[in-house]
């Protein structure tokens, strides 16, 4: 992560740089003045997760999910839970392969739910299966701690 990422406004859509020392400490958007993290996932469409991705500087945490998965049901509060901790350290976001579905065969998402780990642009770590909060936290750890992102 760079001296002052760039982090997407989750509602405006804005790009902000935010020096990294100052990530945790509540940042808001320069343009709308909304918080930059809510400690909740963010729902993204394909082109948003592309924007995401070719844009941020923070890294992606990204369950594809659907909504007839009763596993994806269950994790979703999991999910949520793993926001809070995880922000802003990591950016949490859901992809609904229903509407992304050319997105979900790109990526070979086989299973869902999948969470995904992206850094740098490109995808460093996956996990198929439903996960709770703490896992997902100490997953999401042991993957970052193994990139240069």
Known sequence: M??????????????????????????????????????????????????????????????FWASWCGPCRVMAPEFE???????????????????????AAELQIRSIPTLALFAGGREVARHAGAMRARDIVAWAGRALAGTTA
């Open 2 to 63: 760079s001296d002052a990422p760039q982090v997407i406004c989750p509602g405006c859509g804005a790009v902000n740089r935010v020096p990294a020392a100052r990530l945790a400490e509540g940042p808001r958007c320069g343009q709308c003045k909304a918080p930059l993290f809510q400690g909740k996932p963010l729902a993204l469409d394909e082109d948003g997760f592309r924007r995401h991705l070719r844009l941020s500087g923070v890294p992606l945490l990204v369950d």
């Open 81 to 103: 839970a793993a926001a809070k901790l995880l922000e802003p350290r990591l950016r949490l976001v859901k992809v609904s392969t229903e509407e992304a579905q050319a997105l």
